[in-house]
């Protein structure tokens, strides 16, 4: 699988690991690989995004900047996988206050 946006994974089943028909442990049972673990690598990976793009702004800046469109396609890519991991804990935050909602 191929990760777009700066290197963080897509969102969904290709996180999932094992075999086809296999049933899921639990999240204490699963260990790096759970939503949690996840999620804490695409935080790494959009902090290692952007720090590339403030790199190339400040170059842009000096003028050592050889290309700007280096720097513009480090700001989109910067730009939209800071929507998408704000989206994935926007999401994360709703599904937790439903699931406190629901009466046992």
Known sequence: MTAPLGGIPPVGMGAVTGVAGSTRGTPATEGA???????????DKLQATQNVTAELGVQAATGDLKDVHDYMIAS???GVATEMVVTIKN??????TEIMRMQI
């Open 33 to 43: 690989d759970g939503f949690a673990a996840v999620l804490a690598a695409s935080f």
């Open 91 to 96: 999401q994360a935050v709703a599904a937790f």
């Open 76 to 78: 989109a890519e910067s």
